[in-house]
């Protein structure tokens, strides 16, 4: 008889925000790969935000999750067992692979990093779809110039606290949004943000005027919401609005109604723009090199908040909404010396 694993799998559709229950922990045969494939044992699962997106039944850039199918993100492993010419015993791969202690893996679904280069979580995180999330969301839409002041929400989180570095690399003045003083602090204190605002503690408008005295010129938007409603009033003229996320409204069970942004949009000239990080797969070369570059320089830094062990890969998703993380949030599911 094959061998067994744990495997999570969606067993309902949540409704506002996610329960265990939505979630079923199931034990299933590991299997044994075929020509092509390889046999690879996870070792970390990132979570995600945007994941929340995939477990309703909706149209969007990515498909949905189907019920009782088992959850996916990206994962780093080692592959254990190979069928394929281009992967061998031991080798540490990334892919978009299952909530799964071990998975077949098509040749085309994953691709090998080095453990030598960079730690490997760092391919979850600052040099992977985080980073470069933060990189062309900002570089791109952005366009920071140095004197100009760049607010971030979601500001101690993956993407957040990268865009703010990358807006100091390009002199500008850094405000960031998070919800504790300890976050602050971080981002203050360990990557050089210019001031911080509690969103929890603070009244968000008045505090945003005091600490961007002569406006806003770009506002990097991870959560929407009342606090995203707060900077509008501030924006100068040319504000560029990068839309990367809008996690405050992704548990709500109606749609999110605010302010309407047309007039300040058209007072300032403003552009306003959503993207997915999808939009710039053909310059992902680009944005890897840069960052990899900035971080060998120590002109980036980077925290991840690393949960241990399979059963906790769900209270590590669910606390992405609680902020209970700094940086990316990781789980280790397997100690394996690579
Ligand atoms: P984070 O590491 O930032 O984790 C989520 C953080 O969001 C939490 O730590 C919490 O911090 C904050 N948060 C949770 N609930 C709320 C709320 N109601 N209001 C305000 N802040 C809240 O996640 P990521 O860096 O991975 O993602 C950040 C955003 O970017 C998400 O919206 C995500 O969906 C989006 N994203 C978009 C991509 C794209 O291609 N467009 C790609 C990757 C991410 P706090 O303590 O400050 O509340």
């Not at 980036?300 to 998703?317: N, Q, S």
Request: charged share 20%.
């Amino acid at each position: 008889m094959s061998q067994m694993q744990k495997q999570i799998k969606l067993a309902k559709r949540p409704i506002g925000t996610p329960v265990m229950e939505d979630f079923a922990f199931i034990d299933a045969p590991i299997g044994t790969p075929s020509n092509g494939e390889v046999l690879v044992r996870t070792i970390y699962i990132s979570v995600d935000p945007y994941l929340r997106g995939r477990m309703q039944d909706v149209k969007s850039y990515i498909p949905p999750f189907q019920l009782n199918e088992v959850i996916t993100s990206g994962v780093i492993g080692q592959v254990v067992d190979s069928k394929s010419e281009l992967f061998a015993k031991g080798d540490v791969i990334i892919g978009n692979l299952g909530w799964q202690e071990y998975s077949i893996a098509k040749e085309k679904e994953i691709r090998k990093i080095d453990p030598k280069q960079a730690p490997v979580t760092a391919n979850l995180s600052i040099i992977g779809l985080t980073g470069l999330t933060a990189y062309f969301g900002l570089l791109d839409i952005g366009q920071p110039k140095a004197g100009e002041t760049v607010v971030v929400s979601g500001a101690a989180g993956a993407v957040g606290a990268t865009v703010g570095q990358i807006a100091k690399i390009k002199g500008t003045r850094v405000v960031g949004i998070a919800g504790t003083d300890e976050k602050c602090r971080y981002l203050i204190n360990e990557l050089g943000f210019d001031a911080a605002i509690n969103y929890k503690k603070e009244d968000v408008p008045s505090a945003l005027e005091k600490a961007c005295p002569n406006g806003i010129d770009i506002y990097f938007d991870n959560v929407g919401g009342s606090i995203s409603d707060a900077v509008f009033p501030l924006l100068n003229k040319y504000a560029r609005i990068p839309i990367c996320g809008a996690i405050s409204s992704y548990n709500n069970v109606n749609i999110d109604m605010g302010p309407r942004v047309q007039t300040y949009l058209i007072k300032t000239s403003a552009l306003m723009k959503g993207f997915t990080l999808g939009d710039y797969s053909n310059r992902f070369k680009e944005g890897g090199t840069a960052l990899a570059a900035w971080l060998n320089e120590g002109k980036l830094k980077y925290e991840e908040t690393i949960t241990e062990g399979f059963d906790h890969i769900i209270d590590a998703f669910l606390d992405l909404f609680k902020g209970a993380n700094i940086g990316k949030s990781l789980v280790k599911v397997a100690d394996i010396k690579y």
